[in-house]
Nanobody
Framework: QVQLVESGGGFVQPGGSLRLSCAAS????????MGWFRQPPGKEREFVAA????????YYTDSVKGRFTISGDNAKNTVYLQMDSLKPEDTAVYYC???????????????????WGQGTQVTVSS
């Protein structure tokens, strides 16, 4: 069984930055891409960003474009989310996820991903 472990969450003031990390517990684990989702208080889990290892293609939801950057290391099964210019509406539990399918498909749907981390809290407030 593969476990994804997130780290880097915390409390930050508006305009600040945080960097989230996510690593797979098993080195032999293979994925075709990884993603970040978030779940604001009282709302459903939503897509934030994704990366496909082939060609290092990245995808973002509109509300974070220009502020968040996803990156990663396929060999290490590690993905990062650099979050800059944070806003109060970015407050949520952030989850990383891994996709073991070679097809891009609906990368913004939670159902596309096979493995999930336990989540890390990000709070943006003055």
């Amino acid at each position: 069984q593969v476990q994804l472990v997130e780290s880097g969450g915390g409390f930050v003031q508006p305009g600040g930055s945080l960097r989230l990390s996510c690593a797979a517990s098993r080195r032999t684990f293979s994925s075709y891409g990884m993603g970040w989702f978030r779940q604001p208080p009282g709302k459903e889990r939503e897509f934030v960003a994704a990366i496909r290892w082939s060609g290092s293609r990245t995808y973002y939801t509109d509300s974070v474009k220009g502020r968040f950057t996803i990156s990663g290391d396929n060999a290490k099964n590690t993905v990062y989310l650099q979050m800059d210019s944070l806003k109060p509406e970015d407050t949520a539990v952030y989850y990383c996820a891994a996709d073991t399918s070679p097809y891009l498909g609906n990368y913004y749907h939670t159902a596309k991903y096979d493995y999930w981390g336990q989540g890390t809290q990000v709070t943006v407030s003055s």
